[in-house]
């Protein structure tokens, strides 16, 4: 493993994307890290990626980062919870990176909108922008509304605007009309 000591959740992240990019598995860095990449910059101790797996390739890539060196933990969500499970992975220096193993409503077609940003001599695929503006507002709280609106001011006029709000309703009437209400903060959306 490329990590040291603590705070080196973005190192980590590389071992586990080496082992993802061996499989072939598609995923995309979603949470603080993508906020950054989207202009919403924010601090956060574990690193976060979404792919689209069923609990049983789940506990494939268990055993498999278990071989590897890493520390893991898979749960289940619950019938109420967006995310219907994660697979945490951890070293020992505490570092850590989730794994969601979905989002209920967001569009499976997400993982062909990556944006592939260097780091550390690598390329990661992040989330695109309307999906993760589409995924924040879903999510809806506070920050995660700070989030969007730093991506959609964030983009120079970027942003397609019908894609979001398709990407959006997939979450449900709800988000879609939270999207209307925050693009309503905006000129010509």
Known sequence: MRTRGSGESALLLLDV????????????????LAASVH????????????????????????RDFDRAGFLT????GD??????GLLRLRDAHDNQVDLLLGLRGMDPAA?????AVPFQGASLAFIG?????????FAGGPLDLVDATRAITGADG????????RLACR?????GESLERLLAGFSSK
């Not at 924010?42 to 268990?62: C, I, P, V, W, Y």
């Not at 933990?73 to 289940?76: F, G, K, Y």
């Not at 993982?111 to 944006?115: D, P, T």
């Not at 979450?171 to 988000?175: I, L, P, S, V």
């Open 39 to 62: 202009g919403a910059v924010r601090a956060s101790m574990d690193t976060d990626l979404l792919l689209f797996a069923g609990m049983q390739k789940a506990e494939n890539l268990r």
């Open 17 to 32: 994307v080496d082992l993802l990019t061996l499989q072939n598995i598609p995923y995309a860095v979603v949470g603080a």
């Open 158 to 165: 970027s942003v397609d605007f019908e894609l979001l709000r």
């Open 111 to 115: 993982l062909s909108r990556v944006i």
């Open 73 to 76: 933990e898979l749960t289940r």
């Open 171 to 175: 979450y449900g009437r709800e988000t």
């Open 79 to 84: 019938l109420d919870d967006p995310i219907p």
């Open 129 to 137: 922008r309307e999906d993760f503006i589409a995924m924040k507002v």
